[in-house]
């Protein structure tokens, strides 16, 4: 089996019962903290406008609800990876799959539960692709496949190995340009998701009601030769599966960009299919969440952009899916992230003044990671303490400022209403 580190201490080697009691146990106890939230961060003291006077103090939470649930479905697919309990394992990511069952803030539990499975793997794999070694981190995933022997109709296991290839092929590949790449490296790159593809093409998603493996095939579209002429139809797939799953929106509207496989008109185009389609579960949200990410990386994604259809749509997203951790990701988004010059400066102001009524009427607590997470491109080798102060410091900014009844930072200078 695949080289791994000793197993967790007192949690001998399980049968069925005792690891599903542990899988269980371990959710519910991250979601049991939360009742008596440990607040390491202290408060951000707000003198708030009027309406939300009673959310005076908002507590900073270092670990947010969202993290605890995500971090102990990871380990828990750890743990029974490490158990080699693979049959157990399978049918937790496939039952979790079925049921479309998310975290809090909107994450598929079996994509955790599988990240957690092969992170052994992965470490492994990834340092011999440091050390240039393509040989090791080959064995090491040939050893993982074998797997598949002893469980091998189990498509949730199949996913674990598929994504496994993913995670090493993009590790090849990096993110530099194409002419930057070696070009031993991106012949590596299209051998893993080649072994991806051949993996998954054993199962029919829509047979298997299967929103994860319809999800692996929008993800090898990185390595297709005509991607442009399939990406809309895999998303629709996708999303018709699981319409309550906001990351497949948010990943086809980052695909949508010109840099992967369409245009902005065709980003406008999806995110109002996409809305139409999931209106029953989102309202307008799914225009909204198309958007989002495309408009973090690329400004000019904001030049076709309805700004009153865009916070319309957030505004059903909080009133559908109001925990913490997505209304931490608006506030960190309209308060802090988005940049105020640009294309359609008059959107922006719109986005901005959204802000208000997301502090006032959902913003309960903090957590930093979000904040220091809404713009990437930031020092990205902080180590953890300083990503939490510089999260911390970034939502004080933006709640102080609104305290004092002053604009977002995000707000444009000057926006001529009458232009145009």
Avoid at 45 to 66: C, F, G, M, W, Y
Avoid at 192 to 212: N, V
Avoid at 247 to 269: D, I
Avoid at 281 to 304: I, N, Q
């Amino acid at each position: 089996m695949i080289p791994t580190p000793a197993p967790v201490p007192d949690q001998p080697k399980a049968d069925v019962m005792p690891v599903l009691d542990n899988l269980t146990t371990l959710i519910r106890k991250a979601r049991g903290t939360t009742e008596h939230p440990t607040l390491t961060g202290g408060l951000i003291n707000i003198d708030a406008l009027p309406q939300s006077a009673k959310h005076h103090n908002l507590p900073v939470r270092e670990t947010s609800e969202e993290e605890e649930i995500r971090g102990a479905l990871f380990e828990s697919g750890l743990y029974l990876a490490r158990q080699d309990a693979w049959a157990t394992l399978g049918e937790a990511i496939r039952s979790a799959d079925v049921l479309r069952a998310m975290t809090p803030g909107g994450v598929p539990e079996a994509q955790i539960l599988a990240e957690g499975a092969r992170a052994d793997a992965i470490t492994a794999a990834t340092r011999a692709v440091r050390g240039d070694d393509e040989m090791a981190a080959a064995a090491i995933l040939e050893e993982m496949q074998l797997v598949l022997k002893e469980v091998p109709d189990d498509h949730g296991i199949a996913y674990v190995v598929a994504m496994a290839h993913v995670d090493i092929g993009w590790a090849w590949r990096g993110e530099g340009w194409r002419k930057e790449i070696p070009a031993s490296h991106r012949a590596a790159f299209f051998r893993h998701f080649k072994r991806a593809g051949d993996l998954i093409d054993g199962f029919d998603a829509f047979e298997l009601d299967s929103p994860m493996l319809a999800s692996v095939r929008c993800t090898l579209l990185s390595a297709e030769t005509r991607p442009r002429a399939r990406a809309s139809d895999d998303y629709e797939d996708l999303i018709d599966l699981a319409p309550g799953t906001a990351s497949y929106m948010r990943a086809l509207g980052n695909h949508m960009l010109p840099r992967w496989f369409g245009s902005h008109q065709r980003l406008e185009h999806e995110a109002r299919r996409t809305m139409v389609r999931t209106g029953d579960v989102w309202g307008a949200g799914g225009y909204s969440w198309t958007y989002l990410d495309a408009l973090t990386v690329d400004d000019d994604a904001f030049a076709l952009l309805d700004a009153d259809l865009f916070c319309q749509g957030l505004r059903d997203i909080l009133a559908r899916q109001g925990d913490q951790h997505t209304a931490n990701v608006l506030a960190a988004y309209t308060g802090s992230a988005l940049e105020p010059s640009g294309v359609n400066r008059e959107a922006r102001m719109r986005i901005a003044e959204c802000f208000d009524w997301i502090v006032t009427e959902h913003l309960r607590e903090v957590h930093p990671r979000v904040w220091y997470a809404a713009k990437g491109v930031w020092a990205a080798r902080l180590d953890e303490a300083d990503r939490l102060a510089k999260g911390r410091h970034r939502a004080w900014a933006a709640l102080d400022r609104h305290a004092r009844g002053l604009p977002p930072v995000t707000m444009p200078a000057q926006v001529n209403r009458n232009a145009g």
